[in-house]
């Protein structure tokens, strides 16, 4: 595939109503002082403008105003409360039926030239359900909040920014993926603490209750110290392993990983060691759940 065919997709996208035009901000990102991305609050605009916020939102297409999506919202963070009451949404600041639930999703593709393109993307975790019909057919009109897997990911997914690798892969500790990641993060943690205004009224706050992608891309941009890189490649080794789990220490020398018994050696060190020398955007700035950090 090359630019002819890039140039056709485009197209493709504007005619079906899936190419957006949010303005673009630029910030330091590796060499370049400029690097484009999205903020959110820009995207959040643009899909408001262009009547496409309930794509978002993720409750339906009657549900395009924090008016109509309020109930929806609202439910969702009821029962998201069961199982992440530590998260920092419900420390009682903000109206849960003004808050959109989303994931940052990263992952590294493929450029027409065989290199490799780090994206990075959000997407709400509400949706049209699954393609079972367990649940009887979807109403688009309940506002009742669904998971997102029917349905194509070209409508909800939203494009935040991109790297090429060839413009981090030779830095040390891949500094410019982190400062792109980092630009993102801040623009999400603006959105979801001080919220964005809309015209139809009221204050949008986006929050985050996850970070996606293969361990690859969760190493990475997590900076973690344990993971499975470090796994041993050889029975025995002159450098003793570090670790290969962000949770506990196993692999480590006394820690052996492949145990398969009840009460691993490794149990224990649950929790006893966290995982970063410095610690990654995700948590040091995000709304998250405190009860479920290491």
Sequence with gaps: ???AEENIV?????????????????????HDPKHPYVKVE??????????????????????DTLQKAGP???KFWESFRHSNSGHEVFNGILDLSCCVPVYLHGDEGTTYKRDGVF????????????????LGRWDDSSGDPHTNFAGHSFETRFLLGA?????????DDNEPFHELVELIVKSLDDASRAGVPLVTGGRLFLIPIGNKGDWPYLATSAKLNRSYRNVPRAATSAAPC?????????????????????????????????????????????????????
């Design 119 to 134: 994206v990075m993307s959000l997407h709400t975790p509400l949706g049209r359900g699954t393609l079972s019909n367990k």
């Design 42 to 63: 820009s995207l959040i605009k643009t899909l408001e403008k262009v009547g496409k916020l309930h794509k978002l939102i993720g409750l339906g297409e009657a549900c």
């Design 163 to 171: 790297l090429l690798r060839e413009d981090y892969r030779d830095w």
């Design 242 to 294: 570090t670790g290969i789990c962000h949770l506990c220490l196993a692999g480590r020398p006394m820690f052996d990983f492949e145990q398969m018994s009840d009460a691993p050696d490794f149990l224990d060190t649950m929790g006893a060691e966290i995982p970063w020398t410095t610690e990654a955007s995700f948590t040091r700035l995000l709304m998250h759940d405190r009860l479920a950090q290491v």
């Design 1 to 3: 595939m090359g630019f």
């Design 72 to 74: 929806g919202l609202a």
């Design 10 to 30: 485009s197209r493709v996208f504007a005619r079906h109503g899936l190419r957006l035009d949010p303005e673009l901000s630029y910030g330091q990102v590796g």
